[in-house]
């Protein structure tokens, strides 16, 4: 069990969900009632993506949606995301619009 | 007339000295003639992609002038699951199957772009449909498809469905048929016939189906990376299908003239081989049609990029939905990103001659409010009335590519807008006074996207 605080980053509010080994962020924040963004389920589409800002999180899937800069930079997608440390996200909707930002602007 | 009142309100329609018994309209023409205008609105909503905690739903919209709830969202399917993002939707029978005898246009087939879940709604109460069953991912998944988009009935009964991807989000995509209980039946195509897929349209008395290509939906979903295009994530290809055999008879590539072609529409006249795709990308219209034995597609009207001031590159259009009116005399369009809705002439069908435009939200409108609400997107899914009169759109595209170009739609939410058109001397003039506001719901402001009647659409409505 590890524990993870999600950080609504346009807002003030925070989340602690503890996180069973084998079950991912997701999962156990629904099971808490936490509402967060998600989509496919399956790493594909990037609806559900955070930020790590510390801690080690691992995908028990290939993280399609994110690129390997994504990655770089921090990216997890939360509904492939398990825990391996007690962990800090940046979590809501606007961490996935960063992904790709608008080319002509 | 109230709709409680129609002897419509099952859904089917009232044939009038018809010898047919089935769904829709013996012809297009009788669709213009016999349609009663239309009361009742079919809109996709969507939470997906917001920090609003709540599922998707089917908004039943009242556009109904006398109505005291005019212009007004009066009843909402909520979807069991969040995550979905309805996208496109369809009925369980059109006038393809006008023939069939038992068969009744009432069920909508609603998929969930991220989610691949299916929903079936009944219409049977028009303004308070019920969902009666739902298809979960992993039935979907099991054909090694994902990702459903365009829902279109075929003429025994059955319903086919544009699937973006494999089970994982990547390539190749292809069709699930669905039988007329809604059951999963398999892939109608052969796997490989083709890579990409998006929207697709059938000619039964052609014996063809064209399909359009977007790009995988692990590429298309996280947000649009020009990046992807270079690296030929996006489709630029027209797939010419027999639509009897279920495989592919012609590709044409369709190079930089035609990147991301999204929307197919064929003519409505069963005989005609014309009809258009708008190349998202390429800010394009290509006109395609068959002689000797082969089709062939070439653009016929071309948007101009705009430079927007401060702004790194000229920004294009981004031609994201046209359809066709019922009688086939003209073309309408929207260019999201500048904020336009056109109107062209395609009596000539190689020769498109522009007739109107009304210049809406967008980076550029003119007009960036109505009833004094921001319009904070452009115009984008269009809606026609079968006679013609009244074309309806709705603001959003596609969740996390309006977080990406049109960021504050997330908070202010989606509205729907009217314009009143002028089919004889081809003008369409807005209609200040509607306005449906997405942005004032109980969870949260929500997107808006597709629009469906129940008396068929100029949209979905295919002829044998």
Not at chain 2, 90 to 102: F, P, T, Y
Not at chain 2, 336 to 350: A, R
């Amino acid at each position: 069990m590890t524990e993870v605080l999600l950080d609504w980053r346009d807002s003030d509010r925070t989340e602690t969900v503890s996180v069973p080994d084998g079950e991912t962020i997701l999962d156990a924040a629904a099971a808490a009632d936490i509402g967060l963004p998600f989509g496919c389920r399956t790493g594909a589409c990037g609806t559900c993506t955070a930020r790590l800002l510390s801690g080690d999180v691992v995908h028990h899937r290939p993280p399609r949606a994110l690129k390997d800069r994504h990655l770089a930079d921090g990216y997890v997608l939360l509904c492939i995301a398990e825990p391996r440390t007690d962990a800090h996200l940046a979590v809501g909707a606007t961490v996935q619009a960063e992904l790709v930002p608008n080319p002509w602007k | 007339m109230s709709d409680a009142e129609q002897p419509a309100e099952t859904g089917t329609h009232e044939h009038h000295n018809h010898d047919h018994e089935g769904p829709g309209y013996a012809t297009p023409q009788a669709a213009i003639e016999e349609a009663e205008p239309e009361q009742t609105a079919y809109v996709m909503g969507l939470h997906v992609g917001q920090d609003v905690d709540a599922p998707d739903f089917l908004a039943v919209v009242d556009v109904d002038p006398d109505s005291d709830t005019y212009s007004e969202i009066i009843n909402r399917v909520k979807m069991p699951n969040k995550g979905d993002e309805l996208h496109h939707f369809g009925w369980n029978a059109c006038s393809s199957s006008c023939h069939m005898e038992g068969l009744e246009r009432r069920h909508l087939v609603i998929p969930g772009q991220r989610s691949s879940r299916i929903h079936i709604v009944d219409t049977k109460e028009r303004r308070d449909p019920e969902l009666t069953k739902v298809i979960e991912p992993e039935t979907v998944y099991d054909h090694d498809l994902s990702a459903p988009h365009t829902v279109h009935c075929i003429p025994d009964g059955e319903i086919l469905i544009s699937m973006l991807g494999d089970a994982d989000g990547d390539l190749p995509g292809g069709f699930l048929e669905l039988n007329d209980d809604f059951e999963v039946q398999g892939r109608w195509d052969p796997p490989g016939e083709i890579e990409m897929n998006y929207d697709y349209w059938y000619q039964p008395r052609q014996n063809v189906m064209l399909s359009t290509e977007w790009a995988a939906p692990k590429t298309y979903y996280p947000g649009f990376d020009l990046d992807d295009v270079e690296d030929g994530k996006y489709g630029q290809r027209l797939n010419f299908w027999d639509w009897e055999a279920g495989t592919v008879e012609q590709t044409i590539d369709l190079g930089e003239d035609g990147l991301i072609p999204l929307e197919a529409r064929f003519l409505h006249t069963p005989e005609s081989t014309h009809g258009y795709v708008g190349a998202a990308l390429s800010s394009n219209i290509i006109h395609f049609h068959e002689s000797d034995g082969e089709y062939h597609a070439e653009p016929v009207i071309e948007f101009d990029d705009r430079e927007h001031e401060g702004w790194d590159m000229p920004v294009p259009a981004l031609v994201t939905d046209i359809l066709i009116s019922m009688d086939d005399r003209y073309l309408f369009g929207s260019n999201w990103l500048h904020g336009e809705v056109w109107m062209y002439d395609i009596s000539d069908p190689s020769n498109p001659r522009k007739a109107d435009s009304i210049s809406i939200g967008g980076y550029f409108g003119d007009i960036q409010q109505v009833q004094g609400r921001d319009i904070v997107a452009g115009p984008q899914m269009l809606q026609l009335s079968l006679d013609g009169e009244r074309l309806y759109w709705t603001t959003s595209l596609f969740s996390s590519w309006d977080n990406q170009f049109f960021p504050e739609e997330a908070e202010q939410g989606s509205v729907m807008l009217k314009a009143d058109v002028d089919p004889r001397k081809g003008t369409m003039s807005l209609d200040r006074e509607f306005l449906v506001d997405f942005g004032d719901l109980p969870e949260g402001p929500a997107r808006a996207h597709e629009i469906r009647w129940p008396d068929g659409d100029c949209t979905s409505d295919v002829w044998q």
